[in-house]
């Protein structure tokens, strides 16, 4: 494996691959790390290593899956490094394997307490690679002159993902997150736009990573639990919209509405909030979600537009096909000189 790719991800917390059912219950990252890790996988040699995983090695898809031992080099001597999420293993990697070429691979805002980190990685090297131009210009800010090199690679949703001829129920919304991820918000606003459409019901897909309390659940609300993916855009092609009106949870990136978008649902969205201007398929998913009246104006437009066209379409920047293009040419520079990280992001 001597010259490969290697992913590292010390924070999961279990093991996981892409054989069937070895995604469940777990979120985005590791999804998106597995496709991207075995599109990259028919070009170069991969092998995926996680702190949590126990037991032998598992193969699948050509990507070879580890667990890790973080005091010692890694015994594959790969020529690039990819760290999920952590500023503190990364320079950590860069030490014990000098020859690699160490990225961070950030999926989330990361704390104040990591501004401090900012001139290890800086020292060492580390690149950044972020999931959107949003969280890239909001990383950069927040680092300010201890920022190392940074970029972003969009998030992927599958390339033969796209509209159907399934029948949009008008009275149906759809919820498809973490319930951190502003649900109790969403709840109170669901309550308040039933006011308006009395029989609207809102189904609500939960990975199932993360308790968190949520407040009443309001009448009208249907539990549908953590689902495999095909039965989640299933529910997307069904429902009147993604209903997403919170203000209190800022997405890096948010495959769901990438996904919902791409089969033709729209997403109700936060103006101004995360990244959801950039990753909607256009403006007018985004609207003043304080505002109960702007809900039920666009909940009313969809409803009237329903039958005509699909409400939304995939951005094709966000395909597989082209995001493994941009991994693959990161990945096979030798140097962080040799790749425009913006360039291999537009």
Known sequence: MSGGITFVDPLAPRGYSGAPGGLAGLGGTEATLVRIAECVADRLPVTVRQSARTGPELICAGVRYSGVDLCRPLPESPRVIVVVNSWKVAPKLARLNPGARVIVWQHVFPGRHNRALAPQLSAAGVEVICVSATHARWLTGFLGADAPRIGHIHNPIADDLGPDDTARDPNLLLFASSPHKGLGQVF?????????????????????????????????????????????????????????????????????????????????????????????????QCIDTTDPGAIAARIADWRCALGRRPLARAQPRFRLSRVADRWAGLLQARHARDTDLITLSD
Not at 242 to 269: D, K, M, R
Request: net charge neutral; proline share 9%; charged share 20%.
């Open 188 to 284: 109170r606003r669901f309550e308040m736009l039933k006011e308006s459409f009395p029989d609207l019901r809102l189904a609500v897909a939960d990975p199932g990573y993360l308790a968190w309390p949520t407040g009443p659940v309001p009448r009208g609300v249907i539990p549908l639990g953590r689902l495999d993916q095909p039965s989640l855009i299933g529910w997307m092609r069904r429902a009147l919209c993604l209903f997403y009106p919170q203000s209190q949870f800022a997405e890096t990136f948010g495959l769901v509405i990438a996904e919902a978008n791409a089969v033709g649902c729209p997403a109700l969205l936060h103006r101004g909030l995360g990244a959801n201007e950039e990753v909607a398929s256009h403006a007018g």
